[in-house]
């Protein structure tokens, strides 16, 4: 078993082809707080791994979990990460639409994933695949999903300025394409967002 990552919230473990992730304890938290919040993380990921798996999406296969010692074991996927892929390449807009495609999925079955980065997705041989589902909630909210827009669309800035707003703009092209009706209401509380963001700013 070795330790392949180390994140505020979790350590993750690799040990053949079962990743573990342990979600740590938080000094600064009251004792009973940090455990039962980190018991309700633990549980939600797990539940939302499941329910995925039941729709056929492409994220690990949960394999199991324990809310005593605050773990999920799950599938290892093969692959690198987006973050890595789309700094090397310029095959950026095939990610696009598969990202488009992902979350158009995971909004029409009321999914949020909470924490939209090119680091929490893995170009796998089958295609794209998501992973740390450890802010995600179940919700049909439009204003949750905007918001989860709102941070890929953050996250993208960020981290892929050099081919910003080109890819944005073809991931939201395929999001329509998949979420079809519900997509409009979001999209449109995704402008007002953004409004909001930038009046923040100012
Ligand atoms: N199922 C998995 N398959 C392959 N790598 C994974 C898997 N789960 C996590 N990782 C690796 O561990 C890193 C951190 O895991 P993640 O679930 O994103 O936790 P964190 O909340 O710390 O970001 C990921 O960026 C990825 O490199
Ligand atoms: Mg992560």
Redesign the pocket.
Known sequence: MIK?????????Y?DNNK?I?ERLSKAYRLKEIDESLRKFRTRREAKILGRLEEVNFP??HLQSFCDKRMEIV??????N?LRDVIEEGDAYQKFAKQIGERVGVLHQKDIIHG?LTT??M?VSDSGL?L?????SSFSDRVEDKAVDLFLLDRALESKHYEIYPAVFDNVLESYKETYREGAELVLKRFEQVRMRGRNKIK
């Open positions: 392949i990552a180390q994140g505020a919230e979790a350590v993750i690799k990743i992730k994220a690990p799950m599938d290892f996927v093969a692959g990460k924490d680091s929490n893995i695949k992973i740390d589902f450890g802010l």
